[in-house]
Structure formats: C-alpha cells, structure tokens
C-alpha cells in the first residue's frame, strides 16, 4: 500500500472512531503519535482547494443531465450518437458530463434554433 493511502486510510479511520467515540460519550480511542499540525493543515487546506475547485471540474452523470434537463437518458444517447449531444467522458461505465461543456452544448443548440427560426428570412 502506498504510504499517501496509508496516512489517507489512517486519517480516515481515526476520524471515524473518533465521531463514533464522540457521538456514544466514550473517550476517544488512542491511535498513537498524532502526526502534528502539518499533516492537519495539509488536510484542511486539500478542502480549501477543492472549495474554491475551477468550474471546469464541475460535471454532472448522464441521469442528473437528463433530469435537469427534462429529458429521458435514452434521449442524450440518441443525441450523442447524431453526433448532436454534449461532449461527455466515462468514467468507468458512467457517463460523465462537464457544467462548462453542457453550458456550450446549450448555446450552439440555442444559435442553431435561432437560424433554423428566424423570421427576417423570407
């Protein structure tokens, strides 16, 4: 096991016995040696970052895309396959879709409408 997924597992195990001790009124259990306050600051400042995460890493799942679109999953499939749909990503077998790219998808999808319908043609 890598020693970063070690300290990870490590932390993570700590901080449940820790919330579980709490939340029954025990002691907290003594894991040993704490690691100082670096190892607690690299950890808050992971959850700074990732607050303040770039929208690019925004993404939503195949089924929250058609929900809020209002839209069957089978519907964004067929799209995709006319080479009409968003740009999407898998990862493992899910289908995962950039807020940016989804944004852009919309506003070609929208342009193309307005050409398709507009009334100063005759």
């Given at each position: ?5 070690k ?49 690019t ?13 209002h ?29 940016v ?22």
């Amino acid at each position: 096991m890598s020693g970063l997924l070690k300290r990870s597992k490590d932390m993570a195990c700590g901080h449940l016995l820790g919330t579980l001790a709490s939340s029954l009124d025990l002691e907290r259990p003594d894991l040993g040696a704490s690691r100082g306050p670096s190892a607690r600051a690299a950890h808050l400042s992971f959850m700074d970052i990732q607050d303040s995460a770039p929208r690019t890493l925004e993404v939503l799942s195949l089924p929250e895309l058609a929900e809020r679109l209002h839209v069957s999953a089978q519907t964004l499939y067929d799209l995709r396959t006319k080479g009409r749909g968003p740009r999407g990503f898998r990862v493992g077998p899910r289908l995962m879709f950039r807020v940016v790219e989804i944004e852009a998808w919309l506003a070609r999808m929208e342009a193309d409408d307005a050409r398709r319908h507009d009334r100063s043609r005759p």
